[in-house]
């Protein structure tokens, strides 16, 4: 009788069959359908026809199933995973002892393990609120949790693509995007998509999230308020305004620079909150004759805004330019009056050009004498006629003015 012996080949679908048989441990996806194939050979190596040959799954505990060798010996059984544990499996394959065909009890073991699916999980962050026209970054985490390795994985976001490489089981794979923000306040959605394939099946791998942002508005705004005019060396006071044009609490700097005034420049810090205000009141003094001119800078990261304002300088009036000048006085006016100009010409004389005197001090004046007034007044009148009028005239002259000047004191006297 001839002894008969039986050889183990496991086969997976769309890949070749084993030329001989192996004990060597093989990867498998759960879910996959699997071939598994034995050749019934004779002590010469010659196949042998009719031979039924079991298949069970000794690590689950189940029968895989049951066949005949065909004329080349083989014997094979659909092994489907889907119910497959997770891990190694340990393949029992053996036959009947059949006399009648002399054919022995023969036995053979094949390890094969079984990976769950390749499974990728993304996830997205990126912030809840931009400004306009803002560039901001999106950040995408792909991980595998499955045991399967993901080939080829690909990351999109708005037509932007980034590989991500190979993902094994268990692993996880980055990649961050540039991306612009609209120029219109609104609310906005971003689609980020990931592709990949599964390596032991060619299995299509496909997963995606829509993130959601705000596009805010933004802003900050600049005002200041002083009057359109002060005096030349004056205090005046002004003020200045910080609003906030945007949605969000806003630290801010402010700097206050003054031309024509002092203090030359202040400086400022402070918050606002959402479409509110800030107000600064200022004291200055006047320096220049001409104008005062104000410049206020307000800073919030990117957000700027300038305001100017030109005061006017009212320069201060001089004595001289303002003291009352004598009216014309006709020529048919009487005696009194051209005496009384006279007087008042004289008296100016002696207040000075830089001076002015109240009444009181013109008593004064006259209270020193008398005499001093009229001396000087014949002062004046000698430099002129001292070659003509004798000594008699310049008495009489002397006597007659003195007593108009004198009239006219009594007469403007309270």
Known sequence: MKKRTLAAITLLFFIPSFSSPTLEQQTFVQGQSLVLSVQVLDELGNPVEGVLVHFCDETDGITIGEDYSNVEGFASVLWDTSNASIGEHKIHIWNEEDPSIFVERSDTYVYVVILSQAKLVLSVSSPNTVKPGEEFEVKVSVSNIGGAEALFVEAYVKGIRKSLGNITGGSTSKASFKIRA??????????????????????????????????????????????????????????????????????????????????????????VGANGLSRFEFSALTKSRDEVIITAEVRSGDLRDVATKTIKVIRRSSPQETAPQPSDQSEDKSEPDEAKNNSEISIGQIKGENRSFSRSEISSIEGEGEENLSIEAIEEGSSHRSSIISPLMLGICVLVLFSFVRRLWEVDRP
Request: no cysteine; charged share 30%; proline share 3%.
């Open 182 to 271: 609209e120029e219109i306040p609104g609310n906005y959605t971003l689609k980020v998509e990931v592709r990949a394939k599964e390596k032991e099946t060619g299995r299509i791998l496909l997963v995606s999230e829509e993130v959601s942002y705000r596009v805010k508005r933004t802003g900050i705004g600049l005002s200041i308020y002083a009057p359109s005019s002060v005096k030349e060396g004056s205090t005046f006071n002004y003020s200045v305004l910080v609003r906030n044009l945007g949605e969000d609490i806003l630290s801010f700097e402010l700097t206050v620079k003054l031309k024509g005034a002092f203090p030359s420049l202040i400086e400022k810090s402070g918050s």
